[in-house]
């Protein structure tokens, strides 16, 4: 018998609302050079053996003359091995006058990204200084498999508190420039939330939306709403179709885990 569950107080929610959009750091003096994340993944695909890869990195503010900006590996650190996992193809970036963005190119061995290693690295430039964050990134390698002949809509069935909570349908939206991740609507259902407080004023509210990631038979949901949760990890069956993850939640009161399949209509 599934427990009634409260959600958290509204002013949790109140606070989420009335945060503002992430701002963009701004510098009006001198151009800083920095990654653009802490972290980043580059994917090689299955049976290709190796895939060139982009260290993306930029600056506070563009410059008003080219700068040579260098890529610099940090041995000790990484568990990727320079020259068996992986070469640096193009380690020294030209950056024109008046561009604020500019990358690196390595060549990844198609073992390593198989076997998840991780590569770290800072920068260098003798004509730029350095910015206070984001002065080192930490890359990992990962392997990406062809999803041929992937369907888009699914039936969902939902598991929580021993038992079934309503089932739902969805139909997946790729993500534009990937081919390996989709949007979905509600992760566990237009009606869960109502389900599980036993309040049917709660039916379409909280869908726990967010995005789909395949990587082989690995799956890795990333929710688009902090208010009802962080997502969640599971496998994907590339015989079957069939999706299937485990939810985290921070919505309600108490904790527990969501089981969401995927099943091919």
């Not at 958290?8 to 929610?13: D, E, M, P, Q, R």
């Not at 989709?182 to 939306?209: C, D, E, H, I, M």
Request: net charge negative.
């Amino acid at each position: 018998m599934k427990k009634l569950l409260s959600i958290l107080t509204l002013s949790l929610l109140t606070v989420f609302n009335s945060c503002k959009e992430d701002e963009a750091i701004y510098n009006d003096g001198e151009s800083l050079v920095h990654f653009n994340t802490t972290s980043q993944r580059v994917f090689v695909k299955l049976g290709t053996n190796a895939a060139d890869v982009l260290v993306s990195y930029g600056v506070t503010k563009a410059a008003g003359s080219n700068n040579n900006v260098e890529l610099v590996f940090n041995s000790s650190k990484s568990t990727a091995i320079l020259g068996t996992d992986f070469t640096i193809v193009e380690g020294t970036d030209s950056l024109p006058a008046g561009v604020a963005l500019g990358d690196f190119k390595l060549n990844v061995k198609e073992a390593a990204a198989l076997a998840g290693k991780k590569a770290y690295f800072t920068l260098k430039s003798s004509s730029l200084p350095l910015a206070v964050f984001n002065t080192e990134v930490e890359v990992t390698f990962a392997l990406a498999c062809p999803l041929e002949n992937f369907p888009l809509k699914y039936n969902v069935d939902v598991f929580a508190f021993g038992e079934y909570a309503p089932s739902h349908q969805q139909t997946l939206v790729p993500v534009a420039g990937t081919d390996n991740s989709f949007k979905v609507n509600s992760s566990w259902g237009p009606s869960f939330v109502a389900w599980a407080t036993g309040n049917n004023g709660y039916n379409n509210q909280y869908l726990y939306p967010g995005t789909l990631t395949i990587q082989c038979s690995n799956v890795t949901f990333t929710s688009d709403a902090p208010t009802t949760g962080p997502g969640g990890t599971g496998t994907y069956n590339p015989t079957t179709g069939v999706i299937e993850f485990n939810l985290t939640q921070s919505l309600f009161t108490e904790a527990f885990v969501t089981t969401c399949t995927f099943t091919p209509l």
